[in-house]
């Protein structure tokens, strides 16, 4: 089974970029990134034993799809024909995918990410991902929010009035899945992302994170501190839902956007 069909059976879709979590469009740096981010969610050691073989299985089928990606001229191939090499050299031979994820990561500590998330957010970079992320996902905010960098559930209403704003100038297009998205979603979604953070533990041993702090103290300070924030956010949407829900007696779902 060639790289493209074992994306399809283990991650639901033959394309790379979708699979990387990212855009068609990405830069070098935006698909290391978001290899980073799609391997830390299925790294073997993460996983329980009975499941660690397919862990493996998910994280080796990542790594090849980076491995394409990040080579410039594969990229241009699969772009132009939608191939890849699968003799090349890449993509043969039995390569230590984890060895290759260590190597292209270096350890960091949480003054790496602060640091990092401190010069990100509130950037031009960070603005323009934002506004990519919108576009590409046609305003899924479950999506949007997977795909921006250093975002968590705390940042949403941020995030929200960034994209309201761009929608007001035109920017970009006014997407009904956005606008129009049920309370239910948003906060089923905020009630996955506590789950995440409970379970960051564990995610300290991937990142190699040193010192006293750990990151799971990291963004239980960071939720804490923006906590009110999004409770907020949550009060506003009941405050102009909740009357309609009360008086329409079924609710109607947001219709989903494509992906």
Same mark, same amino acid.
């Given at each position: 089974?060639?790289?493209?069909?074992?994306?399809?059976?283990? *991650?639901?879709?033959?394309?790379?970029? +979708?699979?990387?979590?990212?855009? +068609?469009?990405?830069?070098?740096?935006?698909?290391?990134?978001?290899?980073? +981010?799609?391997?830390?969610?299925?790294?073997?050691?993460?996983?329980?034993?009975?499941?660690?073989?397919?862990?493996?299985?998910?994280?080796?089928?990542?790594?090849?799809?980076?491995?394409?990606?990040?080579?410039?001229?594969?990229?241009?191939?699969?772009?132009?024909?939608?191939?890849?090499?699968?003799?090349? /050299?890449?993509?043969?031979?039995?390569?230590?995918?984890?060895?290759?994820?260590?190597?292209?990561?270096?350890?960091?500590?949480?003054?790496?990410?602060?640091?990092?998330?401190?010069?990100?957010?509130?950037?031009?970079?960070?603005?323009?991902?934002?506004?990519?992320?919108?576009?590409? *996902?046609?305003?899924?905010?479950?999506?949007?929010?997977?795909?921006?960098?250093?975002?968590?559930?705390?940042? /949403?209403?941020?995030?929200?009035?960034?994209?309201?704003?761009?929608?007001?100038?035109?920017?970009?297009?006014?997407?009904?899945?956005?606008?129009?998205?049920?309370?239910?979603?948003?906060?089923?979604?905020?009630?996955?992302?506590?789950?995440?953070?409970?379970?960051?533990?564990?995610?300290?041993?991937?990142?190699?994170? !040193? !010192?006293?702090?750990?990151?799971?103290?990291?963004?239980?300070?960071?939720?804490?501190?923006?906590?009110?924030?999004?409770?907020?956010?949550?009060?506003?949407?009941?405050?102009?839902?909740?009357?309609?829900?009360?008086?329409?007696?079924?609710?109607?779902?947001?219709?989903?956007?494509?992906?």
């Amino acid at each position: 089974m060639g790289l493209l069909e074992q994306c399809e059976a283990v *991650f639901g879709s033959p394309d790379l970029y +979708r699979v990387l979590g990212v855009r +068609r469009e990405a830069s070098p740096q935006e698909i290391r990134r978001g290899y980073h +981010r799609a391997s830390l969610r299925v790294h073997p050691d993460r996983a329980e034993p009975d499941a660690k073989e397919e862990a493996t299985r998910r994280f080796q089928i990542l790594g090849k799809a980076y491995a394409v990606l990040s080579d410039a001229e594969q990229r241009a191939v699969y772009d132009e024909q939608g191939t890849v090499d699968e003799e090349g /050299e890449a993509l043969s031979g039995e390569r230590d995918w984890r060895e290759y994820w260590r190597l292209l990561f270096k350890k960091i500590t949480v003054k790496d990410i602060e640091d990092f998330e401190k010069s990100y957010k509130d950037s031009e970079e960070e603005l323009a991902d934002i506004k990519a992320a919108y576009v590409d *996902f046609e305003g899924d905010m479950d999506r949007i929010m997977e795909s921006v960098l250093c975002a968590d559930y705390t940042d /949403e209403p941020r995030i929200r009035k960034i994209i309201e704003k761009a929608i007001d100038s035109g920017e970009v297009p006014s997407y009904q899945c956005f606008v129009k998205e049920s309370k239910q979603k948003t906060i089923a979604r905020k009630r996955r992302a506590e789950k995440e953070a409970r379970e960051a533990e564990k995610t300290k041993d991937e990142l190699g994170l !040193g !010192g006293e702090d750990d990151l799971k103290a990291l963004i239980q300070s960071r939720n804490k501190d923006r906590k009110k924030e999004m409770d907020d956010f949550l009060a506003q949407l009941e405050a102009k839902y909740g009357n309609n829900a009360k008086k329409g007696g079924k609710k109607t779902a947001a219709k989903k956007g494509k992906k």
